[in-house]
């Protein structure tokens, strides 16, 4: 059974989406304080986090960033704020999605299976004898063990991060806009904010490109989307 960590300090709210979570299966912990939480998030074995970002003890931000720093499972971060500041920022430190309170338990039901179904079928299946490379310029992606080298120095990315990355280097030359690369990756076609696309291109930019200014990898289309440049 799948287990799920959520970190919210509002105990109603956990407590409902806890139950519309074991209605569907999963088995799931709550933890109401940040420390706790980043505790439990770093010394248990967790299939995804949801993340609230508003928290005693340490927020959501810098919780995101420290579970980042040693694991790279699926974040769901929700929150009361919508300003966009504060989703850019989520998911540049490594959430993989941003939900806006209010929002019903179904829906979020719905995002946790979609990501935790992308992730085990990335992650649960390499059992070829031989990893599979993906090597363009000096940039090698290795998709068998997740990993992500330029030049021979190792690029320590986020799950979707390596997930987009890959699929716009086996898809050379191909111009994609960013709902094209938003249901690929997201596996979500609505349900979802297509801005989540441009944060993690930048993020993938800063670890790949020498000038992110004048890209050598990844090249916007103004008006259309991005394309891996070969």
């Known amino acids: 059974m799948s287990r799920i960590l959520i970190v919210e300090d509002e105990v109603a709210i956990a407590d409902l989406e806890k139950d519309y979570l074991e209605l569907s299966d999963f088995e799931v912990d709550i933890e109401n304080d940040g420390l706790a939480g980043l505790q439990a998030a770093l010394n248990r074995d967790y299939d995804l986090i949801i ?3 508003m928290l005693p003890g340490m927020d959501g931000f810098e919780i995101c960033k420290k579970i980042r720093e ?3 499972i699926p974040i769901l971060m929700v929150s009361a704020k919508k300003d966009d500041i504060d ?4 998911l540049g430190l490594g959430a993989d999605d941003y939900m806006t309170k209010p929002f ?5 039901v719905a995002r946790v299976k979609a990501h935790m179904a992308r992730y085990e079928r990335l992650v649960g299946t ?14 090698r992606i290795d998709k068998t063990a997740r ?6 120095e190792e690029k320590i990315f986020t799950t979707k991060e390596f997930d987009l990355l890959t699929f716009l280097a086996e898809n050379p030359n191909h111009v994609f806009t960013k709902e094209e690369l938003f249901r690929e990756i997201w596996d979500m076609d609505s349900i979802g904010d297509i801005a989540t696309v441009t944060v993690h291109i930048k993020k993938i930019r800063e670890k790949v490109e020498e ?3 004048k890209p050598e990898y990844i090249e ?11």
Request: aromatic share 8%.
């Open 51 to 53: 993340l609230d970002l």
């Open 70 to 72: 040693q694991k790279n």
């Open 87 to 90: 989703k850019i920022r989520g």
């Open 104 to 108: 019903s338990p179904s829906e979020l």
């Open 126 to 139: 390499n059992q070829k004898p031989q990893n599979d490379i993906v090597e363009i310029r000096g940039l």
């Open 147 to 152: 990993r992500v080298y330029l030049n021979g």
């Open 211 to 213: 000038n992110t200014a």
């Open 220 to 230: 916007t289309i103004w008006g259309v989307g991005y394309r891996f440049k070969v």
